[in-house]
């Protein structure tokens, strides 16, 4: 029996004590995770507003408070799926259709009339754009558009991240957002070059 | 043992139609009176079997043993066990058939007069009274109204996640669930307000998706349903009609609806006659100009997760806007 | 018995001290920290289990907690909506996966195989890794609570909440392939279960013989390995959806979002009678132990065990009557679910007429059984009645329901499993428990447990729904959730003493004896705790209750090999010596496999080239595994 009795200590010791690394550990990295946040307060969604844009109005910098959150509406999922919402929502497809495109630019054919940046795309949300982009900022506020504008680029990526939104209970004319369509779509044929995006190189 | 401690609560509870506005015990419609005596029928017969079994049990043991073994003790055994099954498989029997009459008599009343689409949505419901002519439907949001004494059909629908529709006073629940359309039948024998609420896990605010049910006389219900159809009233006060002005040019008229002006937005509640409805977010305040103003001002810290946004108003903007939305009766 | 041969050393003409000694020699574990890695004893991987979900069932118990202290006042403010979602589904999906059947299922690993005679459980080196797998799940589980990505969307998961367009990130994923862990765990157990009781026998343990615990496991492992598939079809699915853009819950394309709610419940009611079974065996085991009586009626309740087995895959419905199914299907659903009270009662008749016929003596363990009948009783009739249609949808979703099966799983489940620590804790650790503290635990968690759930029907009948993270100050619930709240304590104080009387009594419990119940099954042949070879001769069986006090001696089969791990294997009906076969040695690489199987699972979140890529490490592992030894598996 004298050989059985390494069972009753270190055992249960070695056990319980990697159950609490392992809870330390993901406390750790829980702690420097951005949690989900469903209420944007207000200094920061004011601050969100305070985009720089070059003289042209293409491209330009985002605001200090747009790292500080970690870049969330690029990268979290929960802003993502809410910008797909949205483009639901504020009829973006009447014009965008699925993304490829109809009386309004498609996203996915890597033309981005204005820059394919944040703030650019916000800006031409927010503000509009001439040939018929509508301004939002009196439709929507300002982190709803942060939030679309997120959305939007994850469309027209060409390699899908990790927490692009999935498909909608839905008809679905593209693969979803996590599976790049842009980059399937683009290998199965160039899109329609529409004139006003300048000549072919 | 304790018997006596659990029981007297249930039968107090039984007897009397506690409980409040959203009880099943406080039946005031058709199905509701019939699922009571049900309940209340299949709570005794249970209490009754489960009093009989924690009584043997103190019986076994605490009786006096002058154990017997042998041939009689045993047959005496499997004779009791053998009642006792069979007691079992008829009581069981029993309660089949009574539940199954039960869901017969609720299932007969068809000829409904008012039809009712009930579209339930993460976290609020959209009530449509459709008819053939465009002109007399319309629609409303978390508070609806029947007329007391006759059927009304419901069509539960859901636009996004499941959802259940239950006003336990009035009737069992039904399950809204998209790509389906269940159907349940209502009718109310006694005027009254009724608080209903959704019964499915929905989502972040399950818990604030709550409405209310008004029965009244088919004479109040029909001034109603006149007043419900028509636009909405010119503000009359400057301060409301500036009210108006900020909430056509914010991002409010991009999501709600009020007939009869530009404000025609459909993912959030129809606001035609907002102010003629008892309470704002589906159940969670009454309509008062404060509690107005305190949901405009911050819906997130009230029902967080919402769909609805903080909208940036200064604060002459946001109480024109409540005198805008108190307003429109 | 078997013919003697020259070669081999056997056991046949050694004395005692000698034959243990060889045994101990072969069958030992390797000491050292890859040594404990590579065990593949039922004994030492069943403590484990059992210990680790005792860990999880103190989390989920935590959880219960907060939530009681949020449900305390109306539009209380301590836990944010999103926060309380993630905990009551941690509750549930932690409970369920990974406390009761995983603890339900250890039990059986660790006491089959003693019950039935043998040396090892079959397929050892599966063992091991189902409790890796399952350490793993769980683990994954609470680290993605920890970093605040637990999932939000109950412990059933329903789509279209769960899919991928309501349910953004990746919680729901991690949700879905912890199921995947847990079934893995769980189907591993349960083929091991089922072919330890088939194959490995004690000679004469013929089927009318076997014990009803290990007849209860039986039937436990069969639904374990008959509704686990359609889980694991479900959460597949779901995970497709998902990740893939399958369609399977999007009615738009001709999915049905009611085909998960099918699948789930196939699975989700047997769930709950692969939990309850188990505690009916251990019920029907201990009861005797403490009546000085046998067992009323053996044949009845095994009949009615396997009755509720396959009744329990024919009553799924009964959790979906208020999605608007046909009337006709619905009347069906109601029958079978009433008649699944008559297996039932078959049960609580032959205990009461065992008792009656008894002398009881009032051990902690015998509390915990009056405590279970009690209870069980008055959440089998809470079961009676959601079973009807027309009064489930007054109570569905309720208050009410969640009070019926806290009934069903508190009362029906863990007050034995309880019963059953306190029984066996002497046989896993050769130390007594207190009773002393046992008998506080045993009221505490008693009144605790009724103050705590009974007024929750009344709150259902109110109108209160479940999975509320709050409730508004207008409506009655307000004081009698927080006679609720307050009771909970008094239930976890209870539990708490439970756990400080079995850490203090595994360090410093008096010693127990071989036999300290005077019990006749066969793990009680043993010493406590049993050796690494369990017997040192194979018993011979040659009753019911092959053990009975005063008869010291039992007949025993020799004839099995000292110098290499075998067990002796049976036939099915008669338990007729068949054959000796090698039982697995030590081996660390079901460690591997299950790291190996864990990195393809959670990778295979974030990318589909997991699949590929990952099973590669996954075939290197088994081959490790499964590498061919040179010598003969059995010999008849």
Redesign the interface.
Known sequence: MAALSFRHGPAWLFKIGALFAALGMAAAIGWVRQPREYRVDPPISAALEQIRLMPNTISGAPPEVYFALNQTYETGGFDLSQGKRFYTWFGCASCHGDGRGGSGPSFMDGWWLYGPSMVSIVSSIRDGRPHGMPAFKNKMTIDEIWQLSGYIKSIGAYKASVSAPSRNDDRNTRPAENRAPAATLFEEGPNPVHPDQGPSP | ??TSR?LF?LLV?LSGC????????NAQGHS?V??KD??IF??LV??A??LA??L??AW??M?R?K?QEGEA?ERK?TI??SV??VM??LI?GV??F???L??RS??SGTDATVTIRVRAQ?WWWQFIYDNADPSIAFQTANEFHIPVGKDVRLQ?EAV???H?F?V?SL?????N????E??LTLRADKPGVY?G???????????HM?FLVVAEEEADYQRWAAQQRQAAVQPVSAEAAAGRDVFM???C???HTVRGTQASGT?GPDLTHVGSRSTIAA??LETTRGSLAAWIA?P??LK??N?M????LTSDELRQISAYMEGLK | MQEEQSGPPMDTDLDDRELESRLAKTWSTRPGFWGKIACVDHKVVARRYIFTAFVFLMLGGLLSLAMRLQLSQPEARFISPDRYNQIFTMHGTNMMFLFAVPVMEAMAAYLVPLMVGTRNIAFPRLNAFSYWIFLIGGLLLWLAFALDAAPDVGWFAYVPLSGPQYSPGKRTDLWAQMITFTELSALAVAVEVVVTVFKQRAPGMSLDRIPVLVWAMLVMSFLVILAMPAIMFGSSTLILDRLVGTQFYNPAEGGDALLWQHLFWFFGHPEVYIVFLPAVGMVSTILPAFVGRPLYGYMLLVMALITTGILSFGLWVHHMFTVGLPRLGESFFTASSMAIAVPAGIQIFCWLATLWAGKPVYKTPLLFILGFIFTFVMGGMTGVMVASVPFDTQVHDTYFVVAHFHYVLIGGAVFPLIAAIYYWFPKMTGRMMSERLGRWSFWLIFIGFHLTFFPMHILGLWGMPRRVYTYQPELPWASLNLFVSLSSLILASGFLIFFIDAIKSWRSGPPAGANPWNASTLEWATSSPPPPYNFRRIPVVSARDPFSPGNDELTVATGLRTDRREVLVTTIVEALPEARESSATDSVWPFWAAIATSIMLIWSIFSPWAVVWGSIPIAVALIGWFWPKGEAEDES
């Open positions: 043992m304790k659990f609560p509870l506690s409980g409040g506005v959203q009880s099943a015990l509701a019939a699922l049900l309940i299949i709570v249970c209490t079997v489960w079994v924690v043997v049990m076994a043991l009786r043993h154990r003790a055994m009791a066990v006792a099954i079992t498989v069981v309660l089949t009574a539940s199954f039960t869901t609720l299932y993460q539960l996004d996640v499941i259940s239950w336990p009737a069992g629940k039904q399950d669930i998209p790509g389906r269940n159907v608080r609420q959704c019964a499915e896990f929905c989502g972040l605010q399950h818990s709550a040019s914010k991002p008229a991009a999501c993912s159940g969670l911050d997130q810290t967080p997760g769909n946004p903080i909208v940036p």
